[in-house]
């Protein structure tokens, strides 16, 4: 059954739907790649000012 599904949903949607989702998901990956890492910068630059303020 389910592979019934799958095919009939295939046949409706256009290969550039499929590419567009898949153009999409990459993007949207990217930006959480960048979220990640300007967090991380945030983190170690936190824990660098936790510890000049411990040694005062």
């Known amino acids: 059954m389910d592979d019934a ?3 009939a949903l295939l ?3 256009e290969p ?3 590419a ?3 153009q999409a998901e ?3 990956a ?3 790649d ?3 890492d300007a967090l991380s910068r945030d983190l170690e630059a ?3 000012s936790a510890d000049l303020a411990l040694e005062i």
């Open 26 to 28: 990459a993007q949207a």
């Open 46 to 48: 936190a824990r660098y």
């Open 16 to 18: 550039g739907a499929i």
């Open 30 to 32: 990217g930006c959480r």
């Open 11 to 13: 046949r409706v949607v």
């Open 5 to 7: 599904i799958e095919e």
């Open 20 to 22: 567009a989702a898949a």
């Open 34 to 36: 960048q979220v990640r």
